[in-house]
């Protein structure tokens, strides 16, 4: 690494400053200017100009030098001693010299780099050296940053990365590099117009900005104080003595500086929200120009009465809509031009937009953001985001103006560059080539490009002259064998580095982005050729790395890379992002984890075969396998949100075929679960008791050391006063505060990382609330039957991490042997930790160097590794950078060190690339074997129904066949239909289910009947029953209502209680509607104006035209008058250019020879020989003929109108030829009517000229008008569109919260219907139930009624029978009866009649005397003793369900109560929302209120006066318009003509009243009469007055008594016959089941026979075919038994041969007898039957 002014001391080694917690080192350092002279001397005697604003004081006396150096000298010795300085801590020296005049700053003056540097953090006395890590390349570019791409010559570019700033050679690509000065990042730089200057804008608390000179690159100045946490841009005026610079969040302070005095000059906020951009004007430095975030402001140095000040004016965008504005160029005379989010072009001018520019057909300028807008060489370029560079005219631009009321103006770009696809161009900087058109772009997707502008013949194609990635790196591997890294990002590319020789490679790209990847190790791949890398759509893809030169050269090849890369592989094993791959130790398994909680193993060596996978309880975060080191081989799972599980060694299924397995789920494995509970609270707590504990140690023993002094120094006394003195403290001392509270986060911290230390155990670093700390934990013995989610586990053991309290460690790496931990931290800083040699338990975790290099805010580093041979460490962050780094190490590496790319495997050229899964949408490993299980399944059940189908239809096919053979028989053997019935019961379900249908229907139009039932009986009672006194009838309410509304009570909007009605109610749609309409509008007027404007231009075309017509008839006639006779010819009026400017473009035959001819001259004026020698060609022939044609003045379409003038012109020749013979008398008389005639039409002709002139003049002259009028309703319409806009802006800040109420109102309404609805619902119930009670009560008196008439008058059994009825009885079928009815009894509804019922149940039950209820009594009647019985059954039934009603209603009156309660709460509730929202409402008519709205008024339009004259303030008029005022005179006179209505119906009702109270008189008095003949009816038949009602149900009909009796016992006899016939039917269903599956059986049996039937015929076909195909050939039994008999046919004739041999030796005499002779085989053979 390349750094300015780097000194290698051993004094600077030692220093220890942090970079996150030294600034106030570097602060003291900066303030106490510690300089770097030239020639001794920093200041200058110039002591007339003085500043009073400013931060730094430099005085030249030699003491004030001295006390500064002293000042930077106790600093450094109090930084050595103490690592935690207090911020901006100033030195006593600086105050001093900040109280004393202040001089002007020498232009030799320099800052001292090395004190300014940010420097690494060391812990004290560590040893670790300073340059444990150095910078020695950066791959990484932050391409979305702003002007982060910037010259410096011809050949030096510079940029920012993280906390450094880079000075790229654009010619040898070499890099130095700047460290930043607050450790905190860079904001923003800049170059001076001279290009002798740079600034760097830092972040931070309070960040600076240090000016640098170029080239030395030593510091300049020092601005301090520009804002609060970082600057977003800066910019120098044109000659270079001012920089503006602007703050980000959450200032955004302008400030305008005198730099080279670090003295700022103007302050101001430049707005409240976020601001790109500030630059000068270069044409006038007092005005400058901000833009941002929906805004753009222009500023002006205006000198007040108070001083200089700042005066901005936000830009008003009027019908445009509002943008962010990226890029904006200032005009020299003022005007600003701008771009826009949608691509088209902004001209500003008075803070207003004058015309917005487009292309034609109204295509905008870019197809997006516009970036860049520069003016050069008379041209203006844009730089879009669409990857297009258009170059348009500034003429064009500059004299813009709007033509219609659309407000766009189009044109077209002179020139244009498409740079490339998916190119997104930021920004672009002008290179310094002398004859060059040169320029440099950024482009925001990661590239910087060199264009040539030059747009000629020799124009260069764009050339790519870097590629980085674009926006967050994923993932980075490094190689097992080389120094070759592999990066990944959302940018959707996988890029390869050779980081020895600080070179990129190669790079593929891909339709989806990165998010995981490994290097594969060599157990898997031996070369180290092949990277594994996982995307966001859950695929997997193995690449292959190789050097194209070890490939065959073919002809035609163009250029050979050094590396190139291939697919090898694809699978998809997830449905969402992956997010960690991990090989296992022995390279066997692969594991990849996903965001869709699954980890999935493949089969490395059988071509990543799937093994199956687990599902976890939480996204997965990192995979870990087990180290060598572990006797077994297991895999470290880490969820996001508190999870760690150990899963063990999947178990690989050996050459199983796999087709029948439905999923990949892996259900069997014993997995460990660790789920992580906070002990942060824990750990605090236990700190803050070990810390009073020790400070009450440190106070006894202070207490017991003044105790022995005063005991040694007065004895007894000295005893008593210390008693005295630790009394005094004991009241003197307050109370402890309590102890933390234990404190558990409600959502989980994230767990960030983790590694293994020993078997069975892990440290992982958390997020959130839980970080600053590593917690060491152990896992649970394995349970399968324990639930993840409720397990809560805690860590073993913590090791504190200092200052990583907002800080957490993102990742962690080891080097090889485990003594140095480097981590990733979320600020984007690199921590390194020395450890012992095997420290699993991090005992030495103590030592760290910590050094910020990534961006502090965005900065967080995701990756990190170190090389193969620990000599080089890479970072890989979130801000776009990649850092390479050389780890401290005694041997020095070589300079020409380089990384070796793996040769390519033998026929890699011909091996056929996999096809890629480029659709995100395409299915997983597991969701294709799902749904190929799912389409087997589904196609097994088609095929099954498909059976069904094709069995139902031959059953059908059969069925019908059956029906037509038995209608053909004979009708009295033919079957009835029924007969065909297999089972009645089939039918019966039929009809059930068709009846439970209709039911179903009448369910369904159950409310409409009752709907229309109620308006009946609603109807009924609406004319029977009499309205209340307080009754109001609906439809005046609604007449009242709509009076209240529409008759004109113009109540002001600005009263306190003025109610907003519901359809005045506005909102921001409804104004974007009124907005629209309003556009519309002023569109359709502006349209129609245009029209008149071209019909009146093309009205002056024809006129103009008919003129020319006329005055060449005109010179015609006067050519054949005298001159004396000659009347003026009228001017001809011309036609504009501007009037016509579509002709600009068009050319004809005429111009072309002008423009040739013209050519000609000016070739002739240069070469005056050659026009000599060609003056006789056909080239002067060619311009005699073209001169004659100019010389012809009119158009062919004048000549064609004139055609009269030229006839009467070519008559004129022949005439001359008789001139010179006298005329006659009739050629006089002629010529004298010719002149007559000819007078009179010149005459004639003027005339007509004038009245074409003076009718287009009108014509003219009322269109003026018209237009006039027009631009007046324009500028009204303008003002109503900025009232409108102003209100949608107001209105759309109110809505967000007007829904919020306007929805709890709806839901509170929604609820209080339901629940009012339920009310009634539960009301009709207990009304229902109440009546089903009354009826019960009836059939139960009744029922004794009745019962007594059974029995008689005279019956001695009467009480007996009586008792029976009565008697209460426990019921077997329900146990819980008797208590819900002792209950009942309790109840407060029992009727009087049930009162008295039990009275008599009492007074029976209380008789001493026992009876048996179960045998009837000697001479009683059996069938009344019977029927006692049954009417008991019946009463217990009845009594039974009077419990379960009464219990019902008692539930429905709690429901009631509670849903009353409820309603009320509800209502409550209601209102005070609808209060809230009408509040809401009139809040927002209130700030409605407050935006002026201008309204023209002429004098007469205002009538109020005051003494005959317009008073000067107008504050308390309203203004009115006229209808609004007629309505309001008409609505008077409508409200007496109401009046006197009403008076007359008020009067007519009067009457009406009258008339109705005698009529009720009379019927009061007609009732009185028959209620009194009544009652005399009563007393004369009964003797008293009597209730009819209650007479007539308890009057008992004897005869119906009876009738009811004998029902009783019929129904009882049926009862029993029916009890019987369901006997049998029971039984003969079990007999017609049991025949049925004896059918059944036999039918299979049947089935199974046909089938064996089927196959045995089958095999005998089969054999039959077999045996003839046995006699085609040769027989293979023939042939062996020919082999046999052939054999046998030889053993017999060797025997037959012995014998032979025998019989002659027998013969002889004195033979021997031997045995006979046997062959061999003759053992062997077996006996055959022949």
Sequence with gaps: MKEPDDQDTDGEKSVTSKSDGKKSLRSSKSESRSPVEEDNTFLEDDTDETFTEGEGSYLEEDSDEERLEGSLSSFQYDDLQSTTVPQQTPAPAVEEAEEEVKKKISERFFYDYMELASMPFVTLDSNIPLDLLTLVHSFGYECRKRANLQLLDDSIAMYIAGNQLIFLNLKTKEQIYLRSSSGEGIGVIGVHPHKTYFTVAEKGSFPDI?????????????????????????????????????????????????????????????????????????????????????????????????????????????????????????????????????????????????????RGTSKSCHNGPINQIMLYEGEVITVGSDGYVRIWDFETIDTADIIDETGLLEIEPINELQVDKNVNLFSMIKMNETGNNFWLAQDASGAIWKLDLSFSNITQDPECLFSFHSGAIEAIAVSPLTYLMATTGLDCSVRIYDFASKTPLAQMKFKQGGTALVWVPRMVNFTGAQIIVGFEDGVVRILELYDPKGLTIFAGRKKILDADIQLKQVFKPHTACI???????DGEILATGSKDQTVFFFEVERDYK?????????????????????????????????????????????????????????????IKCFHFSSVKSKILRLIEIEKRERQRELKEKIREERRNKLAAEMGEDGEKEFQEEEEEEEEEEEEEEPLPEIFIPSTPSPILCGFYSEPGKFWVSLGDYDSGFLYHCEFPPCDESSDFKEQKDEPIDVRYLEDTEDNPIQTITFNINKVMMFCGMKNGAIRVYVLNQNDPSLTSLVDYWHFNMHDNNYGCIKSIASSFDDRFLVTAGADGNIFVFNIFSEFM??????????????????????????????????????????????????????????????????????????????????????????????????????????????????????????????????????PGDDYEDPKDLQAIKEAQVYMGDFNLKTAPDYKIPEHMRINAAKKEEELGHLDSLVHGNKRHMNKCILSLRDLKVAVVEEIQCLVQELKNIQSTLHISKHVPIPKIPQIHPEEVPEKRFQYDEETLLNFKQQQMQSNDEKSPGVEQIGSGGPGGGFLKLSSGKDGDLTTRDSISRSSKASTFSLDIPKCMEFEKAEPTDVELEIMKRDEIKHVYMQQYLVNRIKELVVTFDAELRLLRHQKLKLDTQMKLSDLHHVTLFQEILLLKNFEKQENILQERVNSLDKEEQYMQWKINETLKEMEEKKNEITKLQEQEKALYAGFQAAIGENNKFANFLMKVLKKKIKRVKKKEVEGDADEDEESEESSEEESSLESDEDESESEDEVFDDSICPTNCDVALFELALQLREKRLDIEEALVEEKKIVDNLKKEYD??????????????????????????????????????????????????????????????????????????????????????KLNKEWRERRKQLIREKREMTKTIRKMEETVRQLMISKFGRVVNLEALQTLSVNTTLEELKIRKLRKELANAKEMKMWEEKIAQMRWELMMKTKEHTRKLYQMNDLCIEKKKLDSRLNTLQNQQGNAFQGPREADVVAREEVTELIQLQAERISALKEEIALLRRKGGLILPPIQSPQEKQIQPVDL
Excluded at 644 to 656: C, D, M, N, S, V
Excluded at 925 to 941: Q, S
Excluded at 1525 to 1538: A, W
Aim: negative net charge.
């Design 610 to 670: 799937p093994i199956g996978y687990i599902n976890t309880p939480g996204p997965v975060c990192q995979l870990m396998w087990s180290p060598m080191s572990h006797p077994e081989s297991t895999l470290l799972i880490i969820c996001e949100n508190g999870y760690i599980l150990e899963a063990p060694l999947p178990t690989i299924k050996q050459e199983e075929d796999d087709h029948d397995v439905v999923s990949y789920e892996i259900k069997d494995m014993c």
């Design 893 to 1026: 590496l070589r300079k020409d060190m380089k990384a070796k790319v793996p040769s390519p495997r033998f026929g890699i050229e011909t091996e056929p690339i996999p096809e890629d899964i480029e659709d995100p949408k395409a299915y997983s490993i597991e969701n294709a074997r799902r749904k190929r299980e799912h389409d087997k399944l589904m196609k097994e059940v088609e095929e099954i129904k498909a059976r069904k189908r094709e069995q139902i239809k031959a059953l059908r096919n059969e069925f019908c066949k059956l029906l037509e053979m038995n209608e053909e028989l004979p009708k009295h053997m033919q079957f009835k239909r029924t007969d065909f019935d297999v089972d009645s019961q089939i039918r019966a379900e039929m009809h059930r289910k068709t009846a439970f249908k209709i039911q179903q229907v009448e369910k369904e139009l159950a409310w409409e009947k009752e709907k229309h039932e109620l308006g009946l009986m609603k109807l009924k009672n609406r004319y029977k029953s009499k």
């Design 210 to 358: 240090i000016i640098y000179e170029y080239p030395s690159l030593r510091p300049y100045r020092i601005l301090r104080d520009g804002t609060e946490k970082g600057y977003a841009y800066v910019d120098f005026n044109y000659s270079g003595t001012l920089l503006a610079s602007v703050g980000s969040n959450p200032d955004y302070t302008l400030t305008i500086w005198n730099w080279k005095e670090e003295q700022p000059i103007l302050r101001t906020k430049a707005f409240s929200q976020e601001v790109f951009k500030v630059t000068f004007n270069p044409d006038n430095e007092e005005q400058l120009t901000t833009s941002g975030s929906g805004h753009i402001k222009f500023w002006e140095m205006a000198f007040t009465f108070t001083g200089l000040k700042l005066q901005g004016s936000l830009g008003r965008f009027g019908k445009t809509t509002t943008t962010d504005i990226e890029g904006y160029m200032e005009l020299p005379d003022g005007k600003v031009l701008s771009g826009s989010e949608w691509g088209n072009m902004l001209l500003w001018e008075g803070g207003l937009i004058k015309v917005e520019l487009c």
């Design 579 to 585: 997010t960690a791959l991990a090989y296992e130790r």
């Design 1458 to 1543: 509670t849903l009353s309660k409820k309603v009320k709460i509800v209502a409550t509730n209601l209102n005070a929302a609808e209060e809230a929202l009408e509040a809401y409402q009139r809040e927002k008519q209130q700030r409605l209120n407050e935006l002026l709205v201008v309204i023209p008024l002429k004098l007469h339009q205002i009538e109020y006066v005051v003494f005959g004259e317009i008073p000067s303030d107008l504050s308390g008029t309203l203004v009115f318009s006229n209808h609004a005022l007629r309505r309001l005179q008409e609505r008077i006179r409508e409200l007496q003509e109401e009046n006197s209505k009403q008076q």
